[in-house]
């Protein structure tokens, strides 16, 4: 780490100086105040360490100069008379720690490895955050349109309250950012809001997930583990594809949803949390309740307030906007909507996008990745998706019948669609079976 040591005493400036650096970190001693907050204005350092008493500028101020100059670093308080005022200031400026002369060595080379894993687990924490940012943009819910202005609108009116929301809508639409949204403009806006999957995890660990266990709970419950319903409390959680819950667990979650108490796996005590529900699905879940895949008495718990998000189709004026909206995660060289060509904004409009957004913002990304310097043109989007593609390989491979044209276009469509033949079905018009008639008719053909 780079430390900038300030103290008037000599003979501990040489010591620190050297040991520290024995240790792998680069030191700046300073005399005093002055030189420290002018060190401080010059480059930049991963931690302060100073001493309260020294003649001019007190340690105290160093400090309090040194939250503004340097948010990020982190300041350790050393003081041969430590008095109340003094460490009443530290702690106004959230020093790391507040050490008494005579210190041992030991203990200031173990603050610093502490400071060092703190800043670690800050810049962890803010790559990751800039990794989101760059996957699921700002959490701004672009669309223009009368369809967005509704569900805006909507959410305007069910944030402040503690109602639960079920948000309704098909793949890749937006209802997580919808969720983030309700969120963000409710009154637990500063506390946590914490996501599941409800599909993406076995039925023997979603439990543990959403409630935590205890150790030796199970086989593998090595350690003790939080719950989600735990690390949400405050906040808000979302339960992502609700539908997609086993029945047992269908039961839990709304014994949990009405008394407000957890309880770990192979925990005999409960715990109150207080937590706002948040779930999502792209299933029915009405026909589920008449299938007996869902439990009647759930769904009216959770369903207290729709939001219903309109696929990209219905609302073919958010497309443009929403591709640069999009495009501007890869590239910030983007200024709008000319950002594409026209030929490249007319494959985009006649596209279904059965992915809905999703599936625009990774035709988005790859078209970025392709193109060197914008505007984007209908060659730079994804080989299977644009109809000039298409065309163009129609032309080259020579003539072709109208069978051969149509099993191509299928092919494109199931390539396209990562070999999901229903996708591709809905996005060509035809029905799953007539899909699959062409194709092993082709088949047959060619054996
Ligand atoms: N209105 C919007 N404005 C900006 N970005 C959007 C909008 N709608 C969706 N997105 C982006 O599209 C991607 C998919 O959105 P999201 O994950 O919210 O969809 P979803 O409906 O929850 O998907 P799934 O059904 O698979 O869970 C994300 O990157 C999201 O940021």
Redesign the pocket.
């Known amino acids: 780490m780079h430390v900038l040591y300030a103290d008037d005493e000599t003979t501990l400036q040489t010591l620190m100086k050297n040991q520290l650096e024995k240790l792998g970190h680069s030191v700046v001693v300073c005399p005093d105040g002055e030189t420290a907050v002018a060190a401080l204005e010059r480059e930049p350092f991963d931690c302060l360490i100073v001493d309260l008493d020294m003649p001019g500028m007190k340690g105290a101020e160093v400090i309090q100069r040194a939250t503004k100059i340097r948010p990020d670093m982190e300041s350790v308080v050393i003081t041969g008379k430590p008095d109340l005022q003094s460490a009443l200031t530290a702690i106004e400026n959230h020093v790391f720690a507040f050490v008494t002369k005579p210190c041992s060595f030991k203990q200031i080379k173990s603050l610093l490895s502490e400071v060092y894993h703190r800043l670690s687990r800050s810049r962890r924490l803010a790559a990751l955050e800039h990794r989101v940012r760059q996957?699921?943009?700002d959490?701004?819910?672009?669309?223009e349109g009368e369809a967005?202005d509704r569900v805006r609108r909507v959410i305007e009116k069910v944030a402040p309250t503690d109602s639960t929301v079920m948000?309704r809508?098909?793949?890749?639409?937006?209802?997580?950012?919808?969720?983030?949204a309700v969120h963000a403009a409710s009154l637990r806006a500063s506390e946590p809001m914490v996501s599941i999957?409800c599909g993406a995890l076995p039925e023997n660990l979603i439990e543990s997930e959403l409630f935590g266990h205890v150790k030796g709970a199970f086989t593998g419950a090595d350690n003790a583990r939080v719950g989600l319903f735990e690390v949400a409390d405050g906040g808000t959680i979302f339960l992502?594809?609700i539908g997609e819950l086993p029945l047992t667990m269908q039961a839990k979650l709304l014994r949990v949803l009405e008394t407000g108490d957890i309880r770990r796996l192979g925990n005999n005590q409960s715990k109150r949390v207080d937590v706002r529900v948040i779930c999502?699905t792209?299933r029915d879940l009405e026909k589920m309740v008449q299938e007996d895949q869902f439990r009647e008495d759930l769904m009216f718990r959770i369903n207290t307030f729709e939001v219903h998000?309109p696929a990209l189709r219905e609302r073919p004026e958010?497309i443009m906007p929403?591709a640069a909206?999009?495009l501007r995660r890869h590239r910030s060289d983007c200024d709008g909507a000319d950002c594409f060509t026209d030929e490249a904004k007319s494959e985009l409009l006649a596209h279904k996008w059965p992915g809905?957004?999703?599936e625009?913002?990774n035709v988005v990304e790859h078209a970025a990745i392709l193109c060197d310097k914008l505007p984007i043109d209908a060659e730079h989007l994804p080989r299977h998706f644009s109809r000039r593609q298409l065309r163009s390989e129609i032309r080259d491979s020579g003539p072709m019948t109208i069978r051969e044209m149509e099993l191509l276009a299928i092919e494109r469509a199931v390539e396209r669609h990562g070999g999901d033949k229903k996708t591709a079905a809905e996005e060509l018009g035809i029905s799953v079976k007539t899909l699959y008639n062409k194709l092993n008719s082709a088949e047959e053909k060619a054996a």
């Open positions: 996957t699921d943009g959490g701004q819910l672009v669309g967005m948000i809508g098909e793949t890749g639409c937006g209802k997580e950012l919808v969720a983030r999957n992502d594809e999502a792209h998000v958010d929403l909206h999009l809905n957004v999703r625009l913002a």
